[in-house]
C-alpha cells in the first residue's frame, strides 16, 4: 500500500518537479494519483514532432535524415482526441526544424474542419525557430484560436536565413511581424534572435512595438535597432526589461518622457546613444544596467559623463560596465558616485584605459552596500590570461578593504607584492569578503609566496574560494600558485571565473 504521504498532491508534484524524464515516464504508470501529475510535467516543455509521436504510428513516420513527416492525411478530426490528451499539458512549444514546415501545413489543413476546443489550450511559450516556419505565421496566427487561447505569454522567433536572401521573404516576414500584436495581444515577452539586417524587418519591430502595450520583457539580438524601434519601445507603459545586444549604433532621441516602467536595461552602444537613451528615460525603478560601450564618434571627447544621466541613481542595484573601445573618456566613471545603493558592481576594462586611482578610491568609499565588486578584466587572446591592462595601487586597495565592510565577492587585479601590502592598513571589523579573484597583471609572478598568502589570509579571513587567472596554455606561475593555495588552506578554489555575473 502506497504511504500515505505520496497521496498528498503537494508531495507528490514535489517529487514529479524533481524528477527527470526516465523516471516520469515510470511515475505516470505507477498509480492514478501520480499519472496526471507525472504526465502534466513530461509533457510541460516539448518541440511539436515530440507530442506529435503520440498519434497512431501508421499516420507518421521518422528518418534521421528527413524527420519528422505524416504518411498520409489527417481526416476529419479523429486524431485530434489522441493528441489533445497530451498536448494539453503543453506549456512550453518549440518548431525549430526545417522539416517541420510541411508537418505544420498539414496540421493546418487538418484544424480547418474546426477543432472543438485549442489544440494547445495551456501554451505559454512558443519557440519558432526557423525562416521556413515563421514565412508560414500569417497563416498559422490565422488559425491561432485553433492551437491556442489568449494563454500565449513568451514568443521566440530565431531565424539562421543569409543576410542575402531576396526582398520578397523578407517582406513576407514583416507583414507577419506587423500582425503578432493583432493576433496574440497578451504576449507579455518577446525574444527576437538572429534576423537578418534588413531594414523592412526592423520597420515592422517598430510597427508591432507601438501596439503592444502589455509587453514586459523585449530581447533583441542579431537585428537592426533602430531610431524607430526605440522610439516605439520607449512609448511601452509596462515595459520592464530591455536587453539589446545587437550593437545600437549612433541615434538621437529626443529628451521626454519614454521607458517609464524600465527596470532592467542591457545595451551595446556609444555613450553618445547611452546618454540619449538615458536623458529620455523617466523610470525611477532601475534595478539592473549592463552597458557595453562602444567607440564613440569623437575619441578625444573627454567631457561625456553618460552615467550622470542615469535618473534615480541611488536606485540602481546592479550596474556592469564592459568596455569595447581602447580609449573611452577618463570621466566615464564619474556617475558612480551617485549609485550610492549599488550592491554589485562589474567593470570590465581594456587596454587603454587611465582610470585615476584617487579618483576610484574616492568612488569606492561612496558605494558602502557593495557585495560583488569586480574591476580590471581585460578580453585577451586564447592562450593568454587574465591580465589586466590597469594596476591598482595601495590607495584603492586600502579604500576596498576599509570602506566596503559588506563586500564578499571581489576581483581585483591585485598588482602588489608583499612589500606594498604591508602599507595597506587593517580596519575594524575584519572584512566579509569569500570569494577573492586574483587578476594578474604580470605573467612572471616572482614574489614570495609563503608572504603574499599571509597577508591574502590578513586581509581576506573569511576567504573560501580563490578564483586564479586562467591559461588554456600551460600556466608558467601554476606551482607558485598551488604553493598559495596550500598556505591558505581553503576548501575550494577556481581557475578563469566568470566576471560577468550579476
Given at each position: ?6 497521496v498528498m498532491?503537494e508531495i ?7 524528477s ?5 515516464a515510470a ?6 494519483s ?5 504526465l ?5 516543455e516539448v518541440h ?5 509521436r503520440?498519434l497512431?504510428?501508421?499516420l ?9 513527416s ?11 482526441e ?5 498536448s494539453?499539458r503543453v506549456?512550453?512549444?518549440?518548431v ?6 510541411g508537418?505544420?501545413?498539414?496540421i ?5 474542419a474546426?477543432?472543438p476546443?485549442?489544440?494547445f ?8 525557430s526557423n525562416?521556413s516556419?515563421l ?5 498559422f ?5 485553433l ?7 513568451h514568443?521566440?522567433?530565431t531565424?539562421?536565413?543569409?543576410p542575402?536572401l531576396?526582398?520578397?521573404?523578407f517582406i513576407h ?14 504576449i ?5 534572435r538572429?534576423?537578418p539586417p ?7 519591430f517598430?510597427?508591432?512595438?507601438r ?12 537585428i ?7 522610439k ?18 549612433l541615434?538621437?532621441?529626443e529628451?521626454?518622457l519614454?521607458f517609464?516602467?524600465?527596470e532592467?536595461?542591457y545595451l551595446?552602444c556609444?555613450?553618445?546613444t547611452?546618454?540619449?537613451?538615458m536623458k529620455?528615460?523617466?523610470t525611477?525603478?532601475?534595478?539592473r544596467i ?5 567607440p564613440?564618434?569623437d575619441?578625444?571627447?573627454?567631457l561625456?559623463?553618460p552615467?550622470v544621466f542615469?535618473?534615480?541613481p541611488a536606485m540602481?542595484?546592479?550596474l556592469h560596465?564592459r568596455c569595447?573601445?581602447?580609449a573611452p573618456?577618463?570621466?566615464?566613471l ?6 550610492c ?6 567593470i570590465?576594462?581594456s587596454s ?5 586611482n584617487?579618483d576610484?578610491?574616492?568612488?569606492m568609499?561612496?558605494l558602502p ?12 587572446g586564447p592562450?593568454e ?6 594596476k591598482i595601487?595601495?590607495?584603492?586597495f586600502q579604500?576596498?578593504?576599509?570602506h ?7 576581483a581585483?587585479?591585485?598588482d ?7 602599507e595597506?592598513?587593517?580596519?575594524p571589523?575584519s ?5 577573492l579573484?586574483v587578476?594578474?597583471c604580470?605573467?612572471d ?9 599571509e597577508?591574502l589570509?590578513l ?12 591559461y ?11 604553493k598559495?593555495?596550500d598556505l ?5 578554489h577556481?581557475?578563469g571565473g566568470n566576471s560577468?555575473?550579476?
Amino acid at each position: 500500500m502506497m504511504d500515505e504521504a505520496l497521496v498528498m498532491p503537494e508531495i507528490s508534484m514535489l517529487i514529479c518537479q524533481e524528477s527527470r524524464m526516465p523516471t516520469l515516464a515510470a511515475l505516470a504508470r505507477v498509480s492514478k494519483s501520480f499519472s496526471e501529475l507525472a504526465l502534466n510535467c513530461l509533457y510541460s516543455e516539448v518541440h511539436l514532432d515530440e507530442i506529435l509521436r503520440v498519434l497512431p504510428s501508421e499516420l507518421w513516420t521518422f528518418e534521421e535524415e528527413l524527420g519528422f513527416s505524416f504518411v498520409q492525411p489527417l481526416v476529419g478530426v479523429q486524431w485530434f482526441e489522441p493528441l489533445h490528451r497530451h498536448s494539453k499539458r503543453v506549456h512550453e512549444l518549440t518548431v525549430s526544424d526545417e522539416w517541420m514546415s510541411g508537418v505544420v501545413l498539414t496540421i493546418l489543413a487538418a484544424a480547418s474542419a474546426k477543432l472543438p476546443i485549442p489544440l494547445f489550450p495551456a501554451l505559454k511559450k512558443l519557440d519558432v525557430s526557423n525562416i521556413s516556419t515563421l514565412s508560414m505565421l500569417t497563416e498559422f496566427w490565422s488559425h491561432r484560436s485553433l492551437f491556442f487561447s489568449q494563454t500565449l505569454e513568451h514568443f521566440i522567433i530565431t531565424t539562421h536565413g543569409p543576410p542575402t536572401l531576396p526582398m520578397g521573404p523578407f517582406i513576407h516576414q514583416s507583414t507577419c511581424i506587423h500582425q503578432l500584436p493583432q493576433y496574440a495581444p497578451n504576449i507579455r515577452r518577446l525574444s527576437v534572435r538572429g534576423f537578418p539586417p534588413a531594414p523592412v524587418i526592423g520597420q515592422a519591430f517598430a510597427s508591432a512595438f507601438r501596439s503592444w502595450y502589455v509587453m514586459e520583457t523585449v530581447e533583441l539580438d542579431s537585428i537592426i535597432v533602430t531610431l524607430e524601434i526605440m522610439k516605439a519601445l520607449s512609448a511601452l507603459p509596462n515595459l520592464r526589461k530591455l536587453h539589446v545586444s545587437s550593437v545600437i549604433p549612433l541615434i538621437t532621441l529626443e529628451p521626454g518622457l519614454g521607458f517609464p516602467a524600465l527596470e532592467d536595461l542591457y545595451l551595446v552602444c556609444p555613450p553618445e546613444t547611452f546618454s540619449s537613451v538615458m536623458k529620455r528615460t523617466t523610470t525611477s525603478r532601475f534595478h539592473r544596467i549592463f552597458w557595453v560601450f562602444t567607440p564613440s564618434s569623437d575619441p578625444n571627447d573627454d567631457l561625456l559623463h553618460p552615467l550622470v544621466f542615469i535618473p534615480a541613481p541611488a536606485m540602481v542595484k546592479k550596474l556592469h560596465l564592459r568596455c569595447r573601445t581602447s580609449a573611452p573618456p577618463k570621466s566615464d566613471l564619474i556617475g558612480l558616485v551617485a549609485m550610492c545603493g549599488l550592491t554589485h558592481l562589474v567593470i570590465s576594462i581594456s587596454s587603454g584605459h587611465d582610470y585615476d586611482n584617487d579618483d576610484l578610491s574616492r568612488i569606492m568609499r561612496s558605494l558602502p552596500l557593495l557585495r560583488q565588486f569586480h574591476f580590471g578584466f581585460a578580453n585577451v587572446g586564447p592562450f593568454e590570461p587574465d591580465i589586466s591592462p590597469y594596476k591598482i595601487n595601495v590607495t584603492v586597495f586600502q579604500s576596498v578593504v576599509e570602506h566596503l565592510i559588506h563586500l564578499k565577492d571581489l576581483a581585483l587585479p591585485l598588482d602588489l607584492p608583499p612589500l606594498l601590502l604591508k602599507e595597506v592598513k587593517i580596519p575594524p571589523p575584519s572584512s566579509q569578503v569569500k570569494v577573492l579573484k586574483v587578476v594578474a597583471c604580470t605573467k612572471d609572478i616572482s614574489w614570495d609566496a609563503t608572504a603574499f598568502a599571509e597577508y591574502l589570509l590578513l586581509f581576506f579571513p573569511r576567504l573560501e574560494v580563490l578564483d586564479r587567472p586562467f591559461y588554456l596554455a600551460p600556466d608558467p606561475n601554476e606551482e607558485w600558485w598551488r604553493k598559495v593555495i596550500d598556505l591558505l588552506s581553503i576548501s575550494k578554489h577556481t581557475t578563469g571565473g566568470n566576471s560577468n555575473d550579476m
